[in-house]
């Protein structure tokens, strides 16, 4: 099936730090959505994306949809150690029908306070 | 309070030996799915169902079943489970098609030994 690319794969940064991640596909999305998981816990959402180039914003977290809609970005100002967990893009294709979202593999933030 | 809810959290059992795996949203959201979750592999999806009776298969469907009888409930079943699926499973839920933002429960961890 479909992949995206998620990278990096983990991160260690000082706590007010900025973070950036991203993900990237082979094929066009038209939704991409941002999650995160804390451990024992299912992912919750924290920002979804309907538009190319649309920049949205959730508290401290900032999300783009991607101009050639194959690419999205999240960006995390002033970290803080509740911030520590695992980030994933979520992305769904933009033929018509009931196509699945697919997953990237996450990201995993530490926060060294 | 809207919530998506999985029993049982844990289990953990044989080879061969039947199990089910329940899943309940009480938001009246049309969409449901299952993912499994592996290290370094992400979510993947298992199955899903635009609504009542209607499913389809995501990208691993081996080895599963899974019903919609009625729109609050998607129960994930393993005929005959082997050892490789071990695994985290997640059940989600979303108000429209697959392209809306998807709600998910607290996870459900599978043994298999």
């Known amino acids: 099936g479909q992949q995206l690319n998620q990278s990096p794969q983990s991160m260690f940064i000082q706590e007010g730090e900025d973070v950036s991640m991203n993900c990237t596909s082979s094929?066009?999305?038209?939704?991409w959505l941002w999650y995160k998981q804390d451990p024992g816990e299912g992912p919750v959402l924290l920002i979804a994306l309907y538009k190319a180039g649309e920049l949205t914003s959730n508290g401290r977290l900032t999300a783009q949809f991607g101009i050639t809609r194959k690419d999205s970005f999240l960006n995390i100002s002033a970290s803080i150690p509740s911030d520590v967990g695992i980030y994933f893009c979520?992305?769904?294709?933009?033929?018509?029908?009931?196509?699945?979202?697919?997953f990237g593999k996450g990201t995993r933030l530490s926060v060294i306070a | 309070e809207a919530q998506v809810t999985q029993n049982p959290r844990y289990l953990i059992t044989v080879t061969g030996k039947k199990l089910t795996v329940t899943c309940s949203q009480n938001m009246n959201h049309e969409y449901m799915s299952w993912y499994r979750q592996d290290p370094g592999l992400g979510l993947r999806q298992i199955y899903y169902s635009m609504n009542v009776e209607v499913t389809d298969k995501g990208d691993v469907p081996e080895g599963y079943k899974v019903s919609r009888k009625e729109k609050r409930n998607f129960p994930l079943i393993l005929e005959s489970p082997s050892p490789n699926q071990t695994s985290l499973y997640f059940c989600?839920?979303?108000?429209?098609?697959?392209?809306?933002?998807?709600?998910f429960g607290d996870g459900t961890r599978l043994s298999i030994l």
């Open positions: 979520a992305g769904q294709s933009s033929i018509p029908g009931n196509t699945p979202l697919v």
């Open positions: 989600a839920s979303s108000l429209g098609r697959g392209n809306q933002p998807q709600h």
């Open positions: 094929s066009i999305f038209n939704t």
